[in-house]
């Protein structure tokens, strides 16, 4: 079973950026679709960002775009998400995603659409 890990969450000023890793393990991603969720203190997960693997093709969610790029690493089988010019809006719990299944059904997708979850990294923005 693939097993992923989170880095590169902390502290940020708005207006800066941040870069978050997630690791895959335990097998090679091929047709698979990776993505990004974040969850706020009292708020349902909302998704950020994703990946289908072997298209390399991307999709963003509405708060996030032209702010927001996810990319992925063949080699290192890790998917990234680089933040920029970030609120204290997106100070949340940032997961990554996997389905193995190399589309999405809809758009955005739902959490309950993917299979896999990483243990998340957390993102601060100060004001």
């Known amino acids: 079973q693939v097993q992923f890990v989170e880095s590169g969450g902390g502290l940020v000023q708005a207006g800066g950026s941040l870069r978050l890793s997630c690791a895959a393990s335990g097998r090679t991603l091929s047709r698979d679709t990776m993505a990004w969720f974040r969850q706020a203190p009292g708020k349902e997960r909302e998704f950020v960002a994703a990946i289908v693997w072997d298209w390399g093709r991307t999709y963003y969610g509405d708060s996030v775009k032209d702010r927001f790029t996810i990319s992925k690493d063949n080699a290192n089988n890790t998917v990234y998400l680089q933040m920029n010019t970030l609120k204290p809006e997106d100070t949340a719990l940032y997961y990554c995603?996997?389905?193995?299944?190399?589309?999405?059904?809809?758009?955005?997708?739902?959490?309950?659409?993917?299979?896999?979850w990483g243990q998340g990294t957390q993102v601060t923005v100060s004001s």
């Open positions: 995603a996997h389905k193995r299944i190399p589309f999405l059904v809809k758009i955005p997708p739902a959490p309950e659409d993917f299979d896999s």
